[in-house]
Protein backbone atom coordinates (compact mmCIF):
# COMPACT_ATOMS: atom_id res chain seq x y z
CA UNK A 1 0.00 0.00 0.00
CA UNK A 2 1.20 3.69 -0.66
CA UNK A 3 0.06 6.52 1.92
CA UNK A 4 -0.75 9.77 0.53
CA UNK A 5 -0.32 12.61 2.30
CA UNK A 6 -1.68 16.07 1.21
CA UNK A 7 0.20 18.58 4.15
CA UNK A 8 -2.33 22.27 3.82
CA UNK A 9 -2.14 24.79 5.44
CA UNK A 10 -5.06 24.14 7.74
CA UNK A 11 -4.76 20.06 8.47
CA UNK A 12 -3.09 17.49 6.48
CA UNK A 13 -5.39 14.44 4.78
CA UNK A 14 -4.34 11.72 3.67
CA UNK A 15 -5.58 8.47 2.33
CA UNK A 16 -3.95 4.74 1.65
CA UNK A 17 -4.38 3.47 -1.86
CA UNK A 18 -2.72 0.07 -3.10
CA UNK A 19 0.95 -0.04 -4.05
CA UNK A 20 -0.33 -1.18 -7.82
CA UNK A 21 -1.60 1.25 -10.02
CA UNK A 22 -4.90 2.38 -11.09
CA UNK A 23 -5.28 3.50 -7.18
CA UNK A 24 -8.68 4.65 -7.56
CA UNK A 25 -9.64 2.70 -4.49
CA UNK A 26 -9.49 4.26 -1.16
CA UNK A 27 -8.52 1.84 1.32
CA UNK A 28 -8.91 4.14 4.33
CA UNK A 29 -8.26 8.31 4.87
CA UNK A 30 -8.36 10.71 7.67
CA UNK A 31 -6.79 13.96 8.70
CA UNK A 32 -4.52 14.91 11.49
CA UNK A 33 -3.95 18.32 12.89
CA UNK A 34 -0.58 20.07 12.65
CA UNK A 35 0.10 19.88 16.17
CA UNK A 36 -0.88 16.17 15.71
CA UNK A 37 1.51 15.63 12.65
CA UNK A 38 3.85 13.29 15.12
CA UNK A 39 0.22 11.15 15.09
CA UNK A 40 1.30 9.53 11.79
CA UNK A 41 3.14 7.35 13.24
CA UNK A 42 0.26 6.00 14.27
CA UNK A 43 -1.10 5.61 11.07
CA UNK A 44 1.44 3.51 9.47
CA UNK A 45 1.64 1.12 12.60
CA UNK A 46 -1.97 0.51 12.27
CA UNK A 47 -2.13 -0.05 8.21
CA UNK A 48 1.06 -2.78 8.09
CA UNK A 49 1.85 -3.30 4.56
CA UNK A 50 2.44 0.19 4.00
CA UNK A 51 5.62 0.31 1.55
CA UNK A 52 5.76 4.11 0.01
CA UNK A 53 4.86 7.52 1.84
CA UNK A 54 3.81 10.25 -1.12
CA UNK A 55 3.03 13.65 -0.51
CA UNK A 56 2.60 17.17 -1.17
CA UNK A 57 3.33 19.89 1.44
CA UNK A 58 2.54 23.40 1.23
CA UNK A 59 2.65 24.00 4.90
CA UNK A 60 6.67 24.70 5.38
CA UNK A 61 9.48 22.72 5.52
CA UNK A 62 9.01 22.71 9.76
CA UNK A 63 6.52 20.34 9.14
CA UNK A 64 7.77 18.37 6.65
CA UNK A 65 10.60 17.38 8.81
CA UNK A 66 8.12 16.63 11.80
CA UNK A 67 6.49 14.09 9.72
CA UNK A 68 9.33 12.78 8.10
CA UNK A 69 10.83 12.20 11.75
CA UNK A 70 7.48 10.57 12.72
CA UNK A 71 8.13 7.80 10.63
CA UNK A 72 11.87 7.65 10.35
CA UNK A 73 12.89 4.06 10.83
CA UNK A 74 9.97 2.62 9.78
CA UNK A 75 9.72 3.25 6.36
CA UNK A 76 11.53 4.81 3.54
CA UNK A 77 11.49 9.11 3.27
CA UNK A 78 8.63 10.44 2.22
CA UNK A 79 8.43 11.26 -1.60
CA UNK A 80 7.50 14.59 -1.66
CA UNK A 81 5.86 16.10 -4.90
CA UNK A 82 7.55 19.14 -6.13
CA UNK A 83 6.22 20.91 -9.29
CA UNK A 84 8.10 20.60 -12.32
CA UNK A 85 7.49 21.85 -16.19
CA UNK A 86 5.00 18.46 -16.49
CA UNK A 87 3.28 15.67 -15.28
CA UNK A 88 1.27 13.20 -16.22
CA UNK A 89 -0.32 14.39 -18.86
CA UNK A 90 0.04 17.86 -17.27
CA UNK A 91 2.57 20.90 -18.11
CA UNK A 92 2.80 23.50 -16.03
CA UNK A 93 2.82 27.13 -17.63
CA UNK A 94 3.78 29.30 -14.50
CA UNK A 95 6.89 31.19 -15.62
CA UNK A 96 9.02 29.77 -12.67
CA UNK A 97 7.61 26.48 -12.54
CA UNK A 98 9.05 25.45 -8.82
CA UNK A 99 6.84 28.21 -8.01
CA UNK A 100 3.40 26.54 -7.95
CA UNK A 101 2.72 24.82 -5.05
CA UNK A 102 2.78 21.21 -4.54
CA UNK A 103 -0.89 20.94 -3.85
CA UNK A 104 -2.04 23.11 -6.70
CA UNK A 105 0.52 20.79 -9.19
CA UNK A 106 -1.53 17.91 -7.38
CA UNK A 107 -4.99 18.61 -8.02
CA UNK A 108 -4.08 19.61 -11.67
CA UNK A 109 -2.69 15.74 -12.10
CA UNK A 110 -5.92 14.58 -10.23
CA UNK A 111 -8.37 17.03 -12.44
CA UNK A 112 -6.40 15.68 -15.94
CA UNK A 113 -7.72 12.16 -15.01
CA UNK A 114 -11.33 13.07 -14.03
CA UNK A 115 -11.64 15.87 -17.27
CA UNK A 116 -9.87 16.12 -20.40
CA UNK A 117 -11.70 19.13 -21.68
CA UNK A 118 -11.07 22.78 -20.58
CA UNK A 119 -11.33 22.93 -16.92
CA UNK A 120 -11.22 25.85 -13.47
CA UNK A 121 -9.51 23.80 -11.04
CA UNK A 122 -10.76 25.58 -7.69
CA UNK A 123 -9.34 23.69 -4.20
CA UNK A 124 -10.83 25.32 -1.42
CA UNK A 125 -8.71 25.23 1.66
CA UNK A 126 -7.08 27.57 3.80
CA UNK A 127 -6.52 29.53 0.69
CA UNK A 128 -8.84 29.10 -2.19
CA UNK A 129 -6.79 28.76 -5.37
CA UNK A 130 -8.87 28.57 -9.15
CA UNK A 131 -6.43 27.34 -11.39
CA UNK A 132 -7.34 27.22 -15.57
CA UNK A 133 -6.38 24.04 -17.21
CA UNK A 134 -6.83 23.72 -21.26
CA UNK A 135 -7.96 20.44 -23.05
CA UNK A 136 -4.19 19.64 -24.08
CA UNK A 137 -3.35 19.53 -20.33
CA UNK A 138 -1.50 22.97 -20.23
CA UNK A 139 -1.91 24.62 -16.91
CA UNK A 140 -2.30 28.56 -17.91
CA UNK A 141 -2.20 30.19 -14.85
CA UNK A 142 -4.37 30.87 -12.02
CA UNK A 143 -5.51 32.96 -8.55
CA UNK A 144 -4.93 33.08 -5.28
CA UNK A 145 -7.62 34.35 -2.82
CA UNK A 146 -8.12 33.78 1.14
CA UNK A 147 -10.77 31.11 2.12
CA UNK A 148 -13.96 31.40 3.41
CA UNK A 149 -12.46 30.92 6.58
CA UNK A 150 -9.31 33.75 6.38
CA UNK A 151 -11.95 35.93 5.40
CA UNK A 152 -13.93 36.15 8.01
CA UNK A 153 -11.04 35.81 10.73
CA UNK A 154 -9.39 38.78 8.76
CA UNK A 155 -12.67 40.93 9.24
CA UNK A 156 -13.15 40.12 12.87
CA UNK A 157 -9.20 40.55 13.41
CA UNK A 158 -9.02 43.90 11.80
CA UNK A 159 -11.94 45.88 12.58
CA UNK A 160 -13.73 47.22 15.84
CA UNK A 161 -17.37 46.74 15.01
CA UNK A 162 -17.18 43.16 12.89
CA UNK A 163 -17.88 39.97 14.94
CA UNK A 164 -16.18 36.76 13.67
CA UNK A 165 -19.54 36.07 12.15
CA UNK A 166 -21.79 32.97 11.57
CA UNK A 167 -24.81 32.89 9.62
CA UNK A 168 -26.68 31.94 6.32
CA UNK A 169 -25.86 33.12 3.01
CA UNK A 170 -28.69 35.96 2.43
CA UNK A 171 -29.41 37.82 -1.26
CA UNK A 172 -29.80 40.93 1.00
CA UNK A 173 -28.71 40.82 3.99
CA UNK A 174 -30.08 43.13 6.86
CA UNK A 175 -28.09 41.74 9.84
CA UNK A 176 -24.19 42.18 10.64
CA UNK A 177 -23.58 38.67 10.45
CA UNK A 178 -25.36 38.29 7.07
CA UNK A 179 -23.69 40.82 5.51
CA UNK A 180 -20.19 39.54 6.51
CA UNK A 181 -20.91 35.78 5.30
CA UNK A 182 -22.60 36.11 2.31
CA UNK A 183 -20.06 39.24 1.47
CA UNK A 184 -17.16 37.02 1.77
CA UNK A 185 -19.53 33.93 0.20
CA UNK A 186 -19.70 36.33 -3.03
CA UNK A 187 -16.14 36.47 -2.97
CA UNK A 188 -15.87 33.39 -3.42
CA UNK A 189 -18.10 32.37 -5.80
CA UNK A 190 -17.80 35.31 -7.62
CA UNK A 191 -13.70 34.93 -8.23
CA UNK A 192 -15.20 31.34 -9.81
CA UNK A 193 -17.49 32.71 -11.88
CA UNK A 194 -15.66 35.65 -13.44
CA UNK A 195 -12.74 33.09 -13.79
CA UNK A 196 -14.33 30.47 -15.50
CA UNK A 197 -15.69 32.83 -17.83
CA UNK A 198 -12.53 32.86 -19.84
CA UNK A 199 -13.16 28.88 -20.78
CA UNK A 200 -17.28 28.89 -20.66
CA UNK A 201 -17.57 29.33 -24.24
CA UNK A 202 -15.64 26.09 -24.83
CA UNK A 203 -17.35 22.48 -25.67
CA UNK A 204 -17.06 20.49 -22.39
CA UNK A 205 -16.02 23.46 -20.11
CA UNK A 206 -16.18 22.25 -16.61
CA UNK A 207 -15.52 23.84 -12.90
CA UNK A 208 -13.63 20.96 -10.77
CA UNK A 209 -14.04 21.98 -7.05
CA UNK A 210 -12.86 19.96 -4.05
CA UNK A 211 -10.82 21.25 -0.72
CA UNK A 212 -12.08 21.15 2.91
CA UNK A 213 -14.11 24.76 2.06
CA UNK A 214 -15.94 23.82 -0.66
CA UNK A 215 -19.29 22.74 0.62
CA UNK A 216 -19.70 26.53 2.04
CA UNK A 217 -20.41 28.16 -1.74
CA UNK A 218 -20.89 25.13 -3.99
CA UNK A 219 -24.82 25.88 -4.15
CA UNK A 220 -24.01 29.27 -5.29
CA UNK A 221 -21.95 28.48 -8.42
CA UNK A 222 -24.06 29.32 -11.86
CA UNK A 223 -21.33 27.11 -13.57
CA UNK A 224 -20.99 23.67 -14.84
CA UNK A 225 -19.69 21.79 -11.47
CA UNK A 226 -18.37 18.44 -10.34
CA UNK A 227 -17.21 17.85 -6.85
CA UNK A 228 -14.45 15.85 -5.94
CA UNK A 229 -13.90 15.09 -2.23
CA UNK A 230 -9.97 15.60 -2.51
CA UNK A 231 -8.59 16.21 -6.07
CA UNK A 232 -5.07 16.81 -4.42
CA UNK A 233 -4.69 13.25 -2.91
CA UNK A 234 -6.32 12.29 -6.18
CA UNK A 235 -3.45 13.71 -7.97
CA UNK A 236 -0.93 12.19 -5.64
CA UNK A 237 -2.00 8.64 -6.37
CA UNK A 238 -1.39 9.48 -10.20
CA UNK A 239 1.98 10.65 -9.33
CA UNK A 240 3.26 7.83 -7.23
CA UNK A 241 2.03 5.41 -9.90
CA UNK A 242 3.55 7.52 -12.83
CA UNK A 243 6.28 9.43 -12.31
CA UNK A 244 10.03 9.50 -10.61
CA UNK A 245 10.39 8.17 -7.19
CA UNK A 246 12.18 9.14 -3.97
CA UNK A 247 12.36 13.25 -4.09
CA UNK A 248 13.00 14.13 -0.57
CA UNK A 249 12.85 17.46 1.30
CA UNK A 250 12.58 18.74 4.69
N1 LIG B 1 -12.69 19.07 10.39
C1 LIG B 1 -12.25 20.21 9.86
N2 LIG B 1 -11.12 20.77 10.35
C2 LIG B 1 -10.65 21.92 9.81
N3 LIG B 1 -11.23 22.56 8.80
C3 LIG B 1 -12.35 22.06 8.27
C4 LIG B 1 -12.91 20.85 8.77
N4 LIG B 1 -13.98 20.58 8.02
C5 LIG B 1 -14.11 21.55 7.11
N5 LIG B 1 -13.16 22.47 7.27
C6 LIG B 1 -13.01 23.65 6.42
O1 LIG B 1 -11.98 23.32 5.53
C7 LIG B 1 -11.02 24.34 5.46
C8 LIG B 1 -9.67 23.70 5.35
O2 LIG B 1 -9.71 22.89 4.19
P1 LIG B 1 -8.47 22.00 3.81
O3 LIG B 1 -8.73 21.54 2.42
O4 LIG B 1 -8.18 20.98 4.85
O5 LIG B 1 -7.33 23.13 3.84
P2 LIG B 1 -5.75 23.03 3.74
O6 LIG B 1 -5.47 22.11 2.57
O7 LIG B 1 -5.36 24.44 3.50
O8 LIG B 1 -5.21 22.48 5.03
C9 LIG B 1 -11.16 25.16 6.73
O9 LIG B 1 -10.89 26.50 6.46
C10 LIG B 1 -12.63 24.94 7.08
O10 LIG B 1 -13.42 25.94 6.45
C1 LIG C 1 -1.82 28.91 -2.33
C2 LIG C 1 -1.50 27.95 -1.19
C3 LIG C 1 -1.17 28.76 0.06
C4 LIG C 1 -2.74 27.08 -0.93
O1 LIG C 1 -2.51 26.32 0.23
P1 LIG C 1 -3.69 25.66 1.09
O2 LIG C 1 -4.81 26.62 1.16
O3 LIG C 1 -4.12 24.42 0.34
O4 LIG C 1 -3.12 25.29 2.41
C5 LIG C 1 -0.31 26.99 -1.59
O5 LIG C 1 -0.64 26.32 -2.77
C6 LIG C 1 1.00 27.74 -1.78
O6 LIG C 1 1.66 28.07 -0.84
N1 LIG C 1 1.38 28.00 -3.07
C7 LIG C 1 2.63 28.61 -3.44
C8 LIG C 1 2.46 29.81 -4.33
C9 LIG C 1 1.76 29.53 -5.63
O7 LIG C 1 1.12 28.49 -5.82
O8 LIG C 1 1.88 30.40 -6.52
K1 LIG D 1 -6.18 25.37 -1.29
Request: proline share 5%; net charge negative.
Given at each position: ?????????????????????????????????????????????????????????????????????????????????????????????????????????????????????PC??????????????NA???????????????????????????????????????????????????????????????????????????????????????????????????????????????????
Open positions: MILLLDAGNTRIKWRLVAAAAPADTTLAEGDLEHAGAGGLAGVVRAHPGIVRIVGSNVAGAALGEVLQNAVRGLLPPIEWLLPGESCAGVRNGYLDPAQLGADRWAALIGARRLHTGLVVCAGTATTLNLMDGLFEGGLILPGMDLMLRALAGNTAQLPLAEAAFTPVPRTTAEAIVSGCLHAQAGAVERMFERIAGQPDALCLLSGGGAGQFADLLRVPLRRVDNLVLDGLAIFAHNGPQATSMG
